[in-house]
């Protein structure tokens, strides 16, 4: 039997706890031993919990307890969650997490620690929720160079640009509806500016080109500005407009990473990932491309991926898995705005429609809608020069 | 230095090398040691080859070097791919494969062997060419109580579907056109009557629910008996025709498992795996449902699944990957016939309509379309009594 601790009794530590409990039998298979839940450490009372028994709040109790050989932190933010695993892993503990923001942050510091200790710092939950795409990207993705990595990667900008395109409402409303639905939070900033999206595309760039790369430094635009015009006009050319990380390696071996909102051929399977499911398509150089398509969070599906992990702690108990990635120097990445792709602009007055070189223009209202040649941001914002610009999204 | 024998050097099998030299370096950092290969046994003489050093036409030659630790089979069939499989395992070396005919027809005594010798014997590559799915299923998913597994699992009969579906070529037309391109063989028997899927989705069920399920014991039907009429129907009712291999585990432990052309709402993401992709949708109790997507076949994406577990047998040398399955008794198999689903049915004549308990009913030229209620198969047949039936197809 292995002995297990939850840090942060919140809704994917509860989830943990359930799925532990209700597949029992089916983990004890799989991890060769039963895995039992020693500890649930959090500050609030829970009296009324079936797991209330188990509830402390001194995380040092755990810490020094030998019998609990891995830690699930699901407690979030960077503050207690980077100090417990911290001491966590220097006890000799795997440890195992959901926390996006603590793995974008602080990956390279907490998988050095493990390296150190011979334990796994494991975090398939971190991006995608219940989709398996860390594991894939780092064990069977192994024999390819990967060039490319994008996906709809947060669920709430993504069922808030659903409803926008499927009903014509416009974004403050859905915003408020998918508050009311529990699907975005009371202050939506983290999901709404792309900085969620942001931590996930950085995690899947630091495992698939084997580079840091820092949230802080990537460029990221959210949804709030997206109008209904817009989605109107996508719709109208064959588009649909979502929010995509995007992470790719350049031929000098520099990678860039960004967050932006893209308009997508309604003829790409991805384009059709609605409502608050996330999809995230690989690209290696022996496989093609690849996608992954499921429940990006929830309390279930999140819980499925980290107690897998737990899974994966206890068979590897004795041997490290051997994930990571290397710190980058500051000439490492490449900021987006210098990386050429096609553009979607809408906007009155006089640009230079010669340098747009536009694939596709339309006349709307006074306005004018280009698909424009490929063209860095740089060169975008020369050749709009006087114009009046409403909005400009990148094409896929 | 590891060194491994390449067995078979048609198309996946010189994939397999050219990856190998291709990637190498990255092959390396992956498996934490360089991967050579050795030998490359096949009984063409290929003095063309960039390889041809290393060709040679007796597998004891491999079987009798205890340099070679690892060995890929890609022969195909059941003949010389089962005896070599079984004297590399006997000898104590990993085995790599991408042939399904063989995992799903003696996967069950070869991983015995595996185990009893304490080494890998590996198959990602059998099922959805290089999409990453029986890894997921066997490391991502052990948190689950898998429900349910299906998949367009054969590139061939989507090609031909799918331009039946979007252009309205007939069946004879498409399936030449294909052979003409490559995407379908001389004898396409094995894909247009449905016995790879079967292969596939045996391998599936044989993982996802632990026990043996026996191509030669399930129900398939191909693609050959789908007319222009049936795909202008279902396209008119908001549905596309695709070949699905399905399996499902009955509330009373059982398993069944069936390959039959379904209709797909086109609201389903899977509806848009066109062309020669795959797809595979696996439902667990805790995730959800989780699409895969990618080339189910072709040289290169079969050769990325199949360096993957070389790279895995390589670091797992000391220690055997879990993966197998039990023995099923005579009554682990429930008939698909004896499954209660929707049923899309063209007919003349008169069936016994309120049996039929249709949802939707069409007109069309004399002949009759009923989307009916939940029936199994034999209730159909009942329902149907003394109708011209013209067609009959599953709805997902």
Avoid at 64 to 79: C, K, L, M, N
Avoid at 343 to 360: F, K
Wanted: glycine share 10%; proline share 4%; net charge negative.
């Amino acid at each position: 039997m292995v002995n297990i601790a939850i840090l942060g009794f919140g809704t994917v530590g509860s989830g943990v706890a359930e799925v532990i409990e209700e597949n029992r039998e089916r983990i004890a298979g799989s991890a060769g031993e039963e895995i039992c839940v020693k500890y649930i450490v959090d500050i609030r009372d829970m009296p009324d919990s079936p797991f209330a028994s188990r509830l402390i709040r001194d995380f040092s109790v755990v810490e020094s307890d030998p019998e609990v050989s891995v830690v699930v932190e699901t407690i979030g933010g960077t503050r207690a969650a980077l100090e417990f695993t911290r001491r966590a892993l220097s006890a000799g503990k795997s440890v195992v997490t959901s926390n996006k923001e603590l793995v974008a942050a602080h990956g390279l510091e907490l998988l050095a620690i493990a390296k150190e200790k011979n334990v796994n710092y494991l975090f398939e939950a971190s991006v995608g929720g219940g989709i398996p795409i860390i594991s894939p990207i780092t064990q069977c993705l192994t024999a390819n160079e990967i060039d490319e990595v994008y996906g709809i990667l947060n669920g709430t900008t993504n069922y808030i640009l659903t409803r926008m395109i499927a009903e014509g409402c416009p974004f403050d409303e859905v915003l408020r509806e998918a508050q009311r639905l529990g699907y975005a939070e009371a202050d939506p900033t983290a999901d709404v500016e792309g900085y969620d999206a942001a931590r996930k595309i950085c995690i899947l760039a630091d495992l698939c080109f084997g580079k840091n790369v820092d949230p802080e430094a990537i460029r990221v635009e959210g949804i709030s500005g997206i109008s209904l015009t817009d989605v109107d006009c996508a719709g109208g050319l064959g588009y649909k407009i979502k929010l995509l990380g995007r992470a790719y390696r350049l031929p000098d071996g520099r990678v860039t990473a960004y967050v932006a909102p893209h308009l997508i051929s309604d003829k790409y399977l991805i384009s059709r990932v609605d409502g608050v499911m996330n999809g995230i398509v690989v690209h290696g150089n022996a496989l093609g491309e690849c996608l992954f398509y499921g429940a990006g969070a929830g309390k279930r599906p999140t819980a499925s991926a980290v107690v897998a992990d737990v899974i994966d702690a206890v068979k590897h108990r004795q041997r490290r898995r051997t994930i990571g990635w290397e710190p980058a120097d500051g000439n490492a990445l490449a900021d987006a705005r210098d990386m050429a792709t096609f553009w979607y602009v809408r906007c009155a007055g006089s640009p230079d429609v010669r340098a747009l070189n536009p694939r596709r223009t339309l006349e709307r209202g006074g306005e004018r809608v280009y698909l424009t040649g490929s063209l860095t941001a740089r060169e975008l914002d020369a050749a709009l020069g006087p114009a009046d610009v409403r909005a400009k999204f990148r094409i896929l």
